[in-house]
């Protein structure tokens, strides 16, 4: 790997400069409760404190809402026009967990049956990590593998510190953006800032509040499909989906078409939930997970078993948004930790 | 299939209905055609794989192509009206334009049925799928491949009977082939067997021996019928259903139709008992 040096005072420059050259997303606080990434202009704009933010940047390559093609009928015919957009564009600041969370998202698209719309958006991105500085009490993303200051799966990666930033150089493109931009980074005190890296990495390692154990647990989760620990669960939730809509790794969606008289009209998909009963329910009337401890558990389990059992990565990249945002506390790090507890009581 | 879409696995190709079949009160055989001659060379399906059907402005059902590779130029579904898009469809005529997407799922082990004999057993329109497989092994290239043909086939009615011409008249000619039909209640014109499915499984008690079972239909008659079979001494292996979940993109993206870690769109439809016993009780 690749080191440089940005000294704090350069950042704002460096960051005016990433502005004015490309289309730069960036996390903004719009009060104290709440931050998201938005394409910025200025420097002055971004927050480089900010904790997570409420909305995952997986929107920006798998949006909420997204138009899939429109469709106009002429002299008995059927026009079809793809509305498949990717600008390049550049995400600067994202937390390990949110980067580790778009690794585990990427098989999805990418996978069997490539995404029109999800790859190519990820392929003309940049990703620009930026270390934690503090450990928020619902965070565990060592659990799943990864550390805050972790820039693995990003095109570079920045870690402040006392005086400056170290600058890890992950990948070519990593690179080739910094190579335009050389006059703002040096090679000076390199060595100086990994070492100081190396300590607000371990402060940082000894900050976590919660460190649920996953050892063992997809094992255990193979084995108790039918445990009366989900109804315990289920009795709590009140569906509502919002774990799934701030999850940065879910990934369900539906799909579907709006017309007009005139006979023209677009195909859409949105995300969508399996929290919801109407998520698997088909013509007819059945469901089959007709209540939410079918769907509580399935939840859960995908996170935690189906997800690795397919492309042998984690569902969940502990970024904690789930547990913030629950209105009845469920809580997927005390699950995994329970449910190690649960089934040593059977 | 070639790049007909630009790659773009979810746009789907346009088609024309070239004509329309009743087969009951709510179900309708659509024959349709792609519009470019090339998606009609390219679209390979194998028996049990389904598509997505279109009719822009409504959206897409996950349909089984219920015609055989066999058959040249066209494609058949069978669709029953149960809400808004097969509703939409039981209205539209021939010439109306849709869309299709697919060939997606596993489709049915041809190669692992190869040199056995095969019992099909269907229920109302569970024969859509079996349909695309019973006409692929009776076409004449395959027909060496595969032993004797057993088709069973129950509906509620004499009105509820799908594929008469190929239950009554096109399977019953060819050799090697036994056709058995039941309705579920006597009725002053029918002359052949009533009785639920399974109980006429068990009269005619088909011997298992070197016998792959192959079975669809509502979900209650599938309970049953895979108890008759492995009484009859079929093995969990020999045992091959399809499943039905809610879909919605058909390519293991949508996350809709998981069964514990499975895709039915990617894994499936296509499962032996065997594999059903390993997938939770979730379908
Ligand atoms: C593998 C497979 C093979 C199938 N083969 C056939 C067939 O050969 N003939 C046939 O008539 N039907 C078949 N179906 C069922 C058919 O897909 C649904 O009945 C149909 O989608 C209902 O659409 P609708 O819009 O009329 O119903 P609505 O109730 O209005 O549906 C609303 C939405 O839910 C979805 N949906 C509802 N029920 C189902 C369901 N059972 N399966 C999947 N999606 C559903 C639809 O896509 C639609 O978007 C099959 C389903 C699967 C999964
Ligand atoms: S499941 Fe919760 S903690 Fe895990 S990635 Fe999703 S939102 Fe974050
Ligand atoms: S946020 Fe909490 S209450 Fe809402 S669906 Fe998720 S688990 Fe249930
Ligand atoms: S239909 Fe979307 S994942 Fe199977």
């Not at chain 1, 991105?125 to 503090?134: F, K, R």
């Not at chain 2, 822009?56 to 015609?67: D, L, P």
């Amino acid at each position: 790997m690749q080191y440089k040096v940005l000294e704090k005072d350069k950042i704002s420059g460096f960051l005016d400069y990433l502005a004015s050259k490309h289309n730069l997303m960036a996390p903004v606080s719009e009060d104290e409760s709440f931050s998201q990434f938005k394409r910025v202009y200025q420097a002055s704009e971004i927050n480089l404190n900010y904790t997570n933010t409420v909305i995952p940047p997986k929107n920006y390559f798998f949006p909420p809402a997204e138009n899939l093609f429109s469709f106009s009928a002429e002299n008995g015919g059927i026009e079809i026009k793809e509305s498949r957009q990717a600008e390049n564009m550049v995400i600067f600041g994202l937390r390990p967990c949110d980067i580790n969370g778009m690794s585990m998202l990427d098989p999805v698209f990418n996978g069997n049956f490539p995404d029109s719309y999800y790859g190519p958006k990820r392929e003309r991105t940049i990703l620009i990590g930026l270390s934690c500085q503090e450990v928020m009490p619902t965070c565990f993303c060592k659990s799943f593998g990864t550390d805050p200051t972790d820039g693995s799966g990003a095109d570079l990666m920045l870690t402040g510190l006392e005086n400056c930033f170290l600058v890890e150089i992950l990948t070519d493109k990593g690179a080739g953006l910094l190579e335009n931009a050389g006059g703002f980074f040096s090679d000076e005190s390199v060595d100086k800032a990994i070492s100081e890296k190396k300590l607000l990495r371990d402060k940082l390692a000894g900050a976590f509040l919660r460190e649920p154990d996953l050892s063992g647990v997809k094992e255990i989760l193979d084995k108790n499909f039918e445990h009366p620990y989900w109804e315990e669960l289920a009795a709590k939730c009140i569906g509502c989906g919002i774990c799934t809509f701030v999850c940065p790794t879910c990934h369900c969606f539906n799909m579907i078409d709006t017309s007009r008289p005139d006979a023209t009209g677009s195909r859409y998909r949105c995300h969508d939930s399996c929290m919801f009963p109407g998520f698997t329910k088909m013509a007819g009337g059945h469901n089959p997970r007709p209540t939410r401890v079918e769907r509580v558990r399935n939840r859960f389990m995908h996170k935690l078993k189906y997800h690795l059992d397919r492309y042998n990565l984690d569902g969940c990249s502990g970024c904690g948004r789930c547990i913030a945002k629950c209105p009845v506390n469920i809580d997927i790090s005390q699950i995994i930790t329970h449910i190690r507890e649960v089934v040593k009581d059977d | 299939m070639t790049d007909l879409t630009g790659g773009n696995p979810l746009l789907p190709n346009i088609a024309t209905i070239a004509s329309i079949r009743r087969e009951t009160g709510d179900v309708k055989t659509f024959q349709v055609v792609f519009d470019d001659p090339l998606a009609v060379q390219s679209f390979a399906h194998k028996p049990g794989q389904v598509a997505l059907i279109s009719v822009f402005g409504e959206g897409e059902a996950t349909i089984s192509i219920t015609s055989s590779p066999t058959v040249k130029g066209f494609l058949e579904f069978s669709i029953k009206k149960v809400g808004r898009l097969t509703s939409v469809l039981h209205e539209i005529e021939a010439g109306a334009k849709v869309a299709v997407r697919g060939p997606y799922g596993n489709g049915f082990p041809l190669d692992e049925m190869k040199g056995k004999n095969l019992l099909f057993v269907g229920g109302g329109i569970g024969l859509a799928p079996l349909r695309s497989l019973i006409d692929y092994v009776l076409a004449e290239e395959n027909r060496s491949d595969y032993g004797n043909v057993e088709i069973l086939y129950g509906a509620r009615s004499m009105a509820d009977i799908c594929f008469k011409e190929d239950l009554f008249n096109k399977w019953t000619a060819c050799k090697d082939t036994r056709v058995y039909t039941t309705i579920d209640r006597e009725e002053p014109e029918w002359s052949g067997h009533v009785g639920f499915v399974p109980a006429y499984l068990e009269e005619i008690k088909p011997v298992s021996n070197n016998k792959v079972a192959i079975t669809c239909g509502p979900p209650v008659m599938i309970k049953f019928i895979l108890m008759s079979l492995q009484r009859l001494g079929f093995t969990e292996e020999r045992i091959i259903t399809t499943l039905e979940m809610k879909m919605k993109c058909g390519i293991g993206k949508c996350g809709r139709c998981n069964i514990g870690s499975k895709y039915v769109c990617l894994d499936g439809p296509v499962f032996t008992l065997k594999q059903l016993k390993e997938l939770p009780p979730e379908f």
